[in-house]
């Protein structure tokens, strides 16, 4: 089973709202991503959480607040957001092969739009 | 600041025709993967490539590293409006994060 969930499917939010996405896997992947993705680009790295711990933070504004409540979930808090926001926000995960890479493996994506 | 560099960014074939895609970089990479996203979708693992000269067939798709690990190739034969999609390759070195390509936009059309 190689499956990443993401709730909600899409989600539309005014400047003043706050709404969390949600990422859940149970593979046991110990590292967890979120991305945004424009339209027709590659996926951009947001954040990474290794072992539940916050590894990697891409100079993401505060208005976007990441959480690992434990191994399997990972949430994107949103609050105060931007119309230039709007995209698709991917979740991943990833693990160590036997052979010493990582390969990655996403979620359906949470299309978000920004009012 | 490694770089993948792919190409070409738009394709579009009539069905049954050939084509390849390639992913250049000037840096070594431990291994490469190759995805492909549908509109409004995750990026899909299609398959990862390890060893240097290694090749993988994945039903038409040929995927290919290269020798020094710097560069991949996807082949595709007789393409199909299925194949559709947009695809990505992305490299690790050796940590858990990935360079990505900028992606190819393939078309196939009946």
């Known amino acids: 089973d190689t499956e990443v969930t993401q709730t909600p499917k899409h989600l539309v939010m005014g400047m003043t709202n706050k709404k969390s996405l949600k990422c859940e896997q149970h593979m046991g992947h110990r590292a967890m991503y979120w991305y945004k993705q424009k339209a027709k680009k590659p996926p951009e790295l947001m954040f990474v959480y290794s072992y539940e711990k916050l590894s990697i933070n891409e100079s993401v504004p505060s208005r976007f607040s990441p959480e690992c409540p434990n191994s399997s979930l990972l949430n994107l808090h949103l609050h105060a957001l931007q119309p230039e926001d709007s995209a698709l926000y991917l979740c991943a995960s990833s693990s160590r092969q036997e052979r010493g890479f990582y390969e990655q493996y996403f979620g359906p994506g949470t299309r978000l739009t920004v009012t | 600041t490694q770089l993948l560099e792919q190409s070409p960014q738009f394709l579009s074939i009539q069905e049954g025709e050939n084509l390849t895609v390639y992913c250049n970089s000037s840096?070594?990479?431990?291994?490469l993967q190759w995805y492909r996203q549908e509109p409004g979708e995750g990026p899909v693992l299609l398959v990862t490539?390890?060893?240097g000269g290694e090749v993988k067939k994945l039903k038409r798709l040929t995927f290919q590293f290269g020798d020094a690990r710097k560069d991949s190739s996807l082949h595709i034969t007789a393409a199909q409006p299925g194949d559709t999609g947009l695809y990505l390759c992305a490299g690790s070195d050796s940590n858990y994060q990935l360079i990505w390509g900028a992606g190819t936009k393939l078309i196939i059309k009946p």
């Open positions: 490539v390890v060893t």
């Open positions: 840096s070594v990479f431990s291994s």
